[in-house]
């Protein structure tokens, strides 16, 4: 038995986040009276407060050049450290595959 996936308009979404924030009952109430899972009107709320995107998608913040330049030095000292890492790893491969004689 499979359920079909329900859609609704954003014009029911946004009526159902008005009447959670206007009505000041619980969540799982007024997800209730409505006929969604509270999860669902969660979501909703997250997506109207946040000015998200019509799928539901929060829009991020392009970083400012600063934290980009922060971020650059940050993994180059992390590529750094694992090549050198690599590179230990590569010569004790060597020493514990040679032969005693």
Do not use: C, H, Y
């Not at 669902?40 to 970083?63: D, E, F, K, Q």
């Not at 934290?67 to 940050?74: L, N």
């Amino acid at each position: 038995m499979s359920k079909t996936r329900r859609e609704f308009s954003p014009e029911f979404k946004q009526e159902a986040v008005a009447l959670l924030e206007s009505s000041g009952r619980p969540l799982m109430q007024v997800a209730t009276e409505v006929g969604i899972s509270p999860s669902m009107l969660r979501n909703w709320r997250t997506a109207v407060r946040g000015g998200a995107t019509r799928s539901g998608a929060a829009t991020s913040p392009i970083p400012s050049p600063a934290d980009q330049a922060s971020q650059i030095t940050r993994l180059k000292r992390e590529l750094d450290r694992t090549r050198m890492e690599r590179d230990v790893l590569k010569k004790a491969i060597g020493i514990f595959a040679e032969v005693p004689r």
